[in-house]
């Protein structure tokens, strides 16, 4: 049966119930409960709906159906009969649906126009736990879980201000998937939270479950290898961007957050930076720059170097590597991406095997095939260093999904030397950063505040003195520039 909100419920107890037992295929539904009750006092029919395994059937037994059963007083007004924690009326059969599919009980009443929504969602869902992913050795271990309403009062914990808002938006047509949209009303920009609105708007779907496939609904660009969108497990780096100026999109189903706009920096930084003091925060920060080079270019320079550019190597070293790959039948750059792949490989394995028996298939898996493929003089020793220099070096990158940019850039980075030498390498990382500085996020340049240049606390490659961290991101273009 379709509905909108133009159809109004019946006075008529019977006529309501069929209406709602047609709409939720009742009883062949076996989770949504239809109970039929005498109010006392008031000697009139009523009827409960609501979706057992969603709502709270304690609360409704004994705060709703008890006080309705046990009432002798003529007078008494349905409100003031339950306890629940929240009571609303409506007589629009859509909005009645909605709550229903949201956990809520409803009373219909006879000879009633009105039907009483009252809050008693239980969704079940799993306790707090320390963030998978995001793991810090300093600072706090709570992680977002798939119950939006739990994540919202995570948040609410860190920011406790009138101005933080969260509304919703329908996000799909069938499921009716909800997405909520978390900012500060004073210092997150409106064209920003106008844009998110707008893409959620416009999305033309039938169900979109969770944060994951939200994401690729609302991204920049759905081609380009480098991410536009922000996933975090962690509160306590959502809040952080809020306060920042950022947008927060929440879900349920989803253990985690989105934050938009992402620019470059984002992606490069930890929530732990912060937490550690400034000489530590900044080593831990030339460590993951240093690893990112590794992880691009190290492969690659190997094959220039053996294949375009042997003049560069000193002599000594020129010969270890000749008397190495001397009974290698294979060109450099077959040879690196064979053992690229077999790394990858291995990786994925790890990540999908039960994970008892995960880092076995790792640690061995690498060991033996290397091992086996240096004797058999398929690749030589020096390749499967390299290899595993650069795959190792790749884990520094926190964040997965510019960890498969990065990985992905090293294969290309790997033909373009094996093709052009280390001409090819200059071009494309020439090319890469034109691309880059060409990329926006919901209006916001993808290497701001390095360029174009913004008025900000420079948090790029390098942290400041929290003391001297006064500016929110000048690229947000926030109502309030100063955090101090």
Same mark, same amino acid.
């Given at each position: 049966m379709s509905k909108d909100n133009s159809e109004?419920?019946?006075?008529?107890?019977?006529?309501?119930?069929?209406?709602? =037992?047609?709409?939720?295929?009742?009883? #062949?539904?076996? #989770?949504?409960?239809? *109970?039929?009750?005498?109010?006392?006092?008031?000697?009139k029919d009523g009827a409960l709906l609501f979706i057992s395994t969603i709502t709270d059937t304690k609360v409704i037994d004994e705060y709703v159906i008890e006080p309705l059963l046990k009432n002798q007083d003529s007078e008494v007004k349905i409100d003031d009969l339950v306890s629940v924690p929240s009571i609303s009326k409506t007589t629009a059969? !859509? #909005?009645?649906?909605?709550?229903?599919?949201?956990? $809520?009980?409803?009373?219909?009443? #006879?000879?009633?126009?009105q039907a009483y929504i009252l809050n008693a969602s239980n969704f079940e869902s799993r306790g707090i736990e320390k963030p998978e992913n995001e793991t810090v050795v300093k600072g706090p271990k709570e992680a977002f879980i798939e119950k939006a309403s739990t994540n919202i009062s995570l948040i609410r914990k860190r920011i406790k201000n009138e101005n933080l808002v969260v509304e919703t938006q329908t996000v799909s047509k069938r499921s009716n998937n909800v997405a909520y949209i978390v900012y500060i009303k004073n210092v997150t920009n409106d064209d920003i939270v106008d844009k998110v609105k707008s893409r959620l708007h416009?999305?033309?779907?039938?169900?979109?479950?969770?944060?994951?496939?939200?994401? +690729? &609904?609302?991204?920049?660009?759905?081609?380009?290898?480098?991410?536009?969108?922000?996933?975090?497990?962690r509160p306590d *780096?959502?809040?952080?961007?809020?306060?920042?100026?950022?947008?927060?999109?929440?879900?349920?189903?989803?253990?985690?957050?989105?934050?938009?706009?992402?620019?470059?920096?984002?992606? &490069?930084?930890? %929530?732990?930076?912060? &937490?550690?003091?400034?000489?530590?925060?900044?080593?831990?920060?030339?460590?993951?720059?240093?690893?990112?080079?590794?992880?691009?270019?190290? $492969? !690659?320079?190997?094959?220039?170097?053996?294949?375009?550019?042997?003049?560069?190597i000193p002599p000594d070293l020129l010969l270890a590597i000749a008397s190495t790959r001397e009974l290698v039948p294979f060109p450099a750059l077959f040879e690196v991406l064979l053992m690229e792949i077999a790394f990858?490989?291995?990786?994925?394995?790890?990540?999908?095997?039960?994970?008892?028996?995960?880092?076995?298939?790792?640690?061995?898996?690498?060991?033996?095939?290397?091992?086996?493929?240096?004797?058999?003089?398929i690749v030589s020793p020096i390749v499967v260093i390299v290899v595993a220099l650069g795959g190792l070096s790749s884990f520094a990158i926190g964040d997965i999904s510019?960890?498969? !940019?990065?990985?992905? %850039?090293?294969?290309?980075?790997?033909? !373009?030397?094996?093709?052009?030498g280390m001409y090819g390498m200059v071009a494309l990382f020439t090319l890469g950063v034109f691309y880059l500085v060409s990329i *926006?996020?919901?209006?916001?340049?993808?290497?701001?505040?390095?360029?174009?240049? &913004? =008025? /900000? /606390?420079?948090?790029?490659?390098?942290? =400041?003195?929290? +003391?001297?961290?006064?500016? *929110?991101?000048g690229y947000m273009k926030p109502k309030d520039m100063k955090k101090k």
């Amino acid at each position: 049966m379709s509905k909108d909100n133009s159809e109004k419920i019946d006075s008529e107890l019977t006529k309501t119930v069929n209406i709602f =037992k047609t709409i939720y295929s009742y009883p #062949d539904n076996q #989770d949504v409960t239809i *109970r039929n009750i005498h109010i006392n006092g008031l000697n009139k029919d009523g009827a409960l709906l609501f979706i057992s395994t969603i709502t709270d059937t304690k609360v409704i037994d004994e705060y709703v159906i008890e006080p309705l059963l046990k009432n002798q007083d003529s007078e008494v007004k349905i409100d003031d009969l339950v306890s629940v924690p929240s009571i609303s009326k409506t007589t629009a059969i !859509a #909005d009645i649906c909605t709550e229903v599919n949201n956990g $809520s009980a409803v009373l219909f009443v #006879d000879e009633e126009t009105q039907a009483y929504i009252l809050n008693a969602s239980n969704f079940e869902s799993r306790g707090i736990e320390k963030p998978e992913n995001e793991t810090v050795v300093k600072g706090p271990k709570e992680a977002f879980i798939e119950k939006a309403s739990t994540n919202i009062s995570l948040i609410r914990k860190r920011i406790k201000n009138e101005n933080l808002v969260v509304e919703t938006q329908t996000v799909s047509k069938r499921s009716n998937n909800v997405a909520y949209i978390v900012y500060i009303k004073n210092v997150t920009n409106d064209d920003i939270v106008d844009k998110v609105k707008s893409r959620l708007h416009t999305m033309d779907v039938d169900a979109v479950q969770n944060l994951s496939l939200l994401e +690729q &609904y609302i991204e920049e660009s759905h081609v380009s290898i480098f991410p536009t969108v922000l996933n975090t497990e962690r509160p306590d *780096r959502a809040v952080s961007f809020l306060e920042d100026g950022y947008v927060v999109l929440l879900m349920d189903n989803s253990p985690d957050s989105l934050v938009v706009p992402a620019t470059f920096w984002s992606f &490069y930084h930890t %929530s732990e930076d912060h &937490y550690l003091r400034l000489p530590y925060g900044n080593f831990t920060r030339v460590l993951r720059l240093f690893a990112l080079f590794v992880t691009l270019f190290t $492969s !690659a320079l190997y094959v220039a170097v053996v294949t375009f550019h042997v003049e560069m190597i000193p002599p000594d070293l020129l010969l270890a590597i000749a008397s190495t790959r001397e009974l290698v039948p294979f060109p450099a750059l077959f040879e690196v991406l064979l053992m690229e792949i077999a790394f990858e490989l291995i990786r994925e394995a790890g990540l999908r095997v039960p994970s008892p028996i995960g880092p076995t298939i790792g640690i061995v898996g690498a060991l033996i095939l290397g091992q086996a493929a240096v004797e058999a003089n398929i690749v030589s020793p020096i390749v499967v260093i390299v290899v595993a220099l650069g795959g190792l070096s790749s884990f520094a990158i926190g964040d997965i999904s510019m960890n498969f !940019a990065i990985r992905l %850039s090293r294969f290309i980075f790997v033909i !373009a030397a094996g093709v052009f030498g280390m001409y090819g390498m200059v071009a494309l990382f020439t090319l890469g950063v034109f691309y880059l500085v060409s990329i *926006r996020t919901f209006g916001v340049p993808y290497l701001a505040p390095m360029t174009p240049t &913004y =008025k /900000s /606390s420079k948090d790029t490659i390098f942290r =400041k003195m929290l +003391q001297n961290e006064i500016f *929110r991101p000048g690229y947000m273009k926030p109502k309030d520039m100063k955090k101090k």
